[in-house]
Structure formats: structure tokens, C-alpha cells
């Protein structure tokens, strides 16, 4: 799949991810479609920029916890988002864990229907 499409449809799981989780969770609060969708970018763009400089510092502590600060690199790629996108509001830490595995479940769950529709969508 070319690197534009792929990252369209990534933006497009994230903003569905987004929508999920606005719907599961009381504390999880995006107002408009304009900050959905520049949720969506942001987090995106965040997982390709951020998320690899944030794994590199947390390396020494995701060795010493086998992988479970990994987790958590996740929650603060989320924060991040939250906090640089305008009408976007996460209320405490168990919507923040909550929210993080919905978004890894619902984008997992995009992936793989899209790689069974597009062979070559890895």
C-alpha cells in the first residue's frame, strides 16, 4: 500500500478508535468532528514522532518491568494528544488506561480486517 494511503487509513482508525472510546467512557470527551479529526492527525503523528524518542528514554525502565512501561509510553503519547488538541478531555488515570487499550484494540482490530480485505496492507 503506498505510504499515503497508509498513513490516511491510519488516521482514518484513529479518529475511529477516538469515536469508540467517546462512547465507552464517561471521563473521555471530544466536543466537535474538527477536534476529532485533528485528534486523530495528531495522535498519528505523535506515534510516528514521539513514541520512538519516549520508548529510547523509558528503555532502561520497559528492560526492568519486561515490557510494561511500554504500556504507559502509550498513556503519555495519549496525554499528549489531549493536551495539545482544543475540546478534548480526559478525566483520570483509569479513562487514560482504558482509553489506551480501546485505541490499540480498535486500530488492531482495523488492521487486521484491512490486511484480510488488502493482502498486502502490512
Known amino acids: 500500500m503506498p505510504l499515503l494511503v497508509g498513513a490516511i487509513v491510519q488516521w482514518g ?15 473521555f470527551a471530544i466536543e466537535r ?6 485528534a486523530g492527525a495528531v495522535l498519528g503523528l505523535a506515534n510516528v514522532i514521539l513514541k520512538p524518542l519516549l520508548t529510547f528514554i523509558a528503555l532502561p525502565l520497559i528492560l526492568l518491568t519486561f515490557g510494561v512501561a511500554y504500556f504507559f509510553v502509550n498513556v503519555v503519547i495519549l ?44
Open 13 to 27: 482508525l484513529n479518529v475511529l478508535a477516538l469515536i469508540v472510546c467517546d462512547w465507552a467512557f464517561d471521563g
Open 79 to 122: 496525554l499528549f494528544t489531549e493536551w495539545v488538541v482544543p475540546d478534548f478531555v480526559i478525566n483520570g488515570f483509569w479513562t487514560y488506561v482504558g482509553a489506551t487499550i480501546l485505541i490499540w484494540l480498535v486500530n488492531w482490530l482495523g488492521s487486521l480486517a484491512l490486511a484480510a480485505v488488502i493482502p498486502d496492507a502490512d
Open 33 to 38: 468532528w474538527g477536534p476529532i479529526i485533528l
